[in-house]
């Protein structure tokens, strides 16, 4: 069945591949320390999580979550209801409180979670920051965002043309990940499509209704465009409205979505949107737990980043079933 598989089996196969990784290892992943019973001691393992309410990041807490047990340590599940930094900040102050062997979350800004992470680390708590590269971490997991930019310069080329008209619609200019991911994509393009143009980077807030408008008027803008690509999870749920609204029908732009939400399928499978690029870190958190734990018993590896692919989705891979286990990285 190759691909089409169910998300149950997608996880199970990914969770098998880290508990034989565990049981093969040295001691089981919570052998390292005992209870004055003699019982394994679970970790206590907390996951300050950017944006639950969030379906793909949602997603991630459960893979955690169901894998507590199992793994050996457990899960607390933490964040706000809307992007809130200075929340994320204050659950790492909650999670020391508590005397938590590692801390598994997203640093959406590396300033902002320098201090706390230094904090975590000088207290013997690792750090694993999950979608969002930091330095300042023990360990990142997420998209090589980089690679992104050049992925998806090669599928508008493929798809649009090599000359084709580009716009750019994210979060803001200042998100760390989309600035790489276009960086990347320019790299791209100057290489190997100089006649393709970006003719506009708007930004959208992640909010929908805001997506909505910014699409509309990029549309009345640049009525010529050739390509749209969207490097936020809230606006391909936007589009079959907008491009509505701009008087388009599906398959007049090329567009290029992220995420496998929802929202997105639906539009991909109307043909609104031709590819979404479907992030497979969210599927990693227990990955990023087994990192944790390994760390807390001080056989934690040398590398600190682990680049997770993207797979694109397209309405002939539909019914999407989630990423294949094979891309979720392990030890």
Request: charged share 15%.
């Amino acid at each position: 069945m190759g691909r089409r598989r169910t998300a149950a089996a997608v996880a199970a196969a990914a969770l098998g591949s880290m508990l034989l990784l565990a049981a093969c290892s040295s001691g089981a992943a919570n052998s390292g320390q005992s209870s004055a019973s003699g019982s394994p001691k679970a970790y206590n393992l907390w996951y300050i999580n950017p944006l639950p309410s969030f379906q793909a990041w949602g997603q991630s807490n459960k893979y955690f979550k169901d894998a507590a047990n199992t793994l050996g340590y457990k899960a607390t599940l933490v964040g706000p209801n809307a992007i809130d930094i200075p929340s994320m900040v204050n659950d790492f102050d909650q999670a020391m409180a508590d005397h938590a062997d590692g801390i598994l979350t997203c640093s959406l800004d590396p300033a902002a979670f320098k201090a706390p992470i230094a904090k975590a680390k000088a207290a013997g708590t690792g750090v694993v920051s999950i979608g969002c590269v930091d330095p300042s971490a023990d360990y990142s997991i997420g998209t090589d965002n980089l690679a992104y930019g050049k992925t998806s310069a090669d599928l508008i080329a493929a798809g649009a043309g090599q000359d084709a008209t580009v716009a750019i619609l994210g979060t803001a200019k200042t998100t760390p990940n989309q600035v790489a991911q276009v960086a990347g994509f320019n790299a791209q393009i100057k290489a190997k499509y100089p006649n393709m143009k970006v003719v506009t980077w708007e930004s959208d807030d992640s909010d929908p209704a805001k997506a909505t408008t910014k699409i509309e008027a990029i549309i009345a803008a640049y009525p010529h465009l050739k390509a749209l690509w969207m490097i936020e999870g809230a606006a391909p749920g936007a589009a079959p409205t907008a491009l509505t609204e701009a008087g388009k029908k599906p398959g007049d732009l090329f567009v290029l979505g992220i995420d496998d939400l929802a929202p997105t399928l639906k539009a991909v499978e109307k043909g609104w949107i031709t590819t979404t690029l479907a992030q497979c870190y969210f599927q990693a958190s227990p990955f990023g737990a087994q990192l944790l734990i390994a760390k807390k018993q001080g056989k934690g590896p040398t590398k600190t980043f682990w680049p997770v692919p993207v797979e694109p989705v397209t309405k002939a891979t539909l019914p999407w079933k989630g990423c294949p286990a094979s891309d979720i990285p392990h030890l």
